[in-house]
């Protein structure tokens, strides 16, 4: 990836993006899910879900096109439930105060949806409640501030 220009690097310069695993899930499958957030220089779509073979073997890519995922979750229809944490980019976060997050839907044939877009600010968290309602961390980086939003898919 090229590098940004406020680091005064020549033009074309590559820096490696090192992603970390985030978040992982039990699929109904019984294989694992795993989200990653991108490292610098955070490349908006680049992060991808795995999926790892609950019996060994090597991992996947289930979806790729996210940005920075922080946390996912099955629902009981086999939905897969996928939090962005800057959904424009960690960048845009850093330098622009642009802490949009995204909460979306991957049905189980694969249709993606994003539930309640601009609502959400720096999303930490999602997990699906017993009344079939997600609940979804809001603020989560900022004190005094945080709160946990219901969301019916």
Do not use: C
Request: charged share 10%.
């Amino acid at each position: 990836m090229d590098a940004p220009p406020f680091l005064g690097l020549p033009p074309g310069t590559q820096i490696p993006m090192d992603a970390v695993p985030t978040s992982v899930a039990l699929g109904p499958d019984g294989n694992y899910y795993v989200g990653q957030l991108t490292g610098f220089p955070f490349p908006v779509g680049a992060a991808n879900i795995y999926r790892v073979p609950a019996g060994g073997g090597a991992p996947t890519v289930f979806a790729s096109g996210f940005t920075h995922i922080v946390d996912l979750t099955f629902g009981p229809d086999g939905s897969l439930y996928v939090v962005e944490i800057a959904k424009n980019g960690l960048l845009a976060a850093f330098n622009g105060n642009d802490w949009t997050g995204a909460l979306i839907r991957i049905a189980p044939d694969g249709t993606r949806t994003e539930l309640v877009p601009g609502a959400l600010t720096a999303p930490g968290g999602v997990a699906v409640g017993s009344d079939g309602a997600l609940y979804v961390t809001n603020n989560a980086i900022f004190s005094n501030i945080g709160e946990v939003i219901r969301i019916r898919p």
